[in-house]
Structures are given as structure tokens and as C-alpha cells.
């Protein structure tokens, strides 16, 4: 996989800098078992899936529909918090981020709801 290329593409103006981010987040997901769950094969998965609506269009970063047929609306987050607290932070970021993923949701036309964090393995879930 040519990481270099994927990020000129994504718009990533020093996308040197950035490998040892995306490496280290993906090492980190795949040493998880939720980040293994997440990127692991589903029913309909889709990685970076585009949907438009009427007044928009989103890119979601993993979607797909578990064992039992829920569909999942998956956000990455590579925020980083240093020192105590990390749930506090956690659960900071799922507040900061709740209006994006219901966005997502609503243009699904429903879907559970989480944040990923590959540098805590944090993860916040939240019904449609």
C-alpha cells in the first residue's frame, strides 16, 4: 500500500509527516479486538463511503452491518490526549463529534453510531 500516494490524494499537504500516524493508528487497530471487529469483513462494508444528500455530500469512514444486521456508522479519531482522564476526554470527543455522526445517521436513514480512537483504543457508541 502506498500510504505517500493515498494521502496526496486525500489532500494531505506533507503527507511524509503524516505515515507515522496513519502506521502507528493502524498498527494500534488491528492490535485491538474492537479495531480488528471494525476493519474485519461485514455485510456491506464500505471504507471511506460517499452518500449525498440534498444539501450535502459525506464521506464516512467505515459503515457496515454486524452479525446481527445492525448497520454501524464508524468514525476514526486520531486525537491524542496526554495525562489522566482519558474517559473524560473520550467522552468530550463523542459530544464534539454526536452532530457529525447524526448527520451521517439521518442521511443512512439510521445506523448505530461510534467513535473510534486507535491511540487510546477508545470507543463510544450511541444509538440512532
Not at 98 to 122: T, V
Request: proline fraction near 3%; glycine fraction near 8%.
Amino acid at each position: 500500500m502506498n500510504f505517500v500516494r493515498g494521502l496526496e490524494h486525500h489532500g494531505v499537504q506533507s503527507p511524509e509527516s503524516a505515515i507515522g500516524i496513519v502506521v502507528t493508528a493502524l498498527k494500534n487497530s488491528l492490535a485491538d479486538d474492537r479495531g480488528r471487529w471494525i476493519l474485519g469483513p461485514h455485510p456491506d462494508a464500505q471504507s471511506e463511503y460517499r452518500i449525498r444528500t440534498r444539501d450535502r455530500t459525506y464521506v464516512i469512514d467505515r459503515v457496515f452491518r454486524d452479525s446481527d444486521g445492525t448497520r454501524w456508522v464508524v468514525d476514526y479519531k486520531t486525537s491524542r490526549h496526554e495525562g489522566a482522564n482519558v474517559e473524560s476526554f473520550l467522552d468530550r470527543e463523542q459530544e464534539r463529534c454526536a452532530a457529525q455522526l447524526d448527520a451521517y445517521a439521518i442521511a443512512l436513514r439510521g445506523s448505530q453510531k461510534a467513535l473510534y480512537f486507535p491511540f487510546h483504543q477508545g470507543w463510544r457508541a450511541w444509538d440512532a
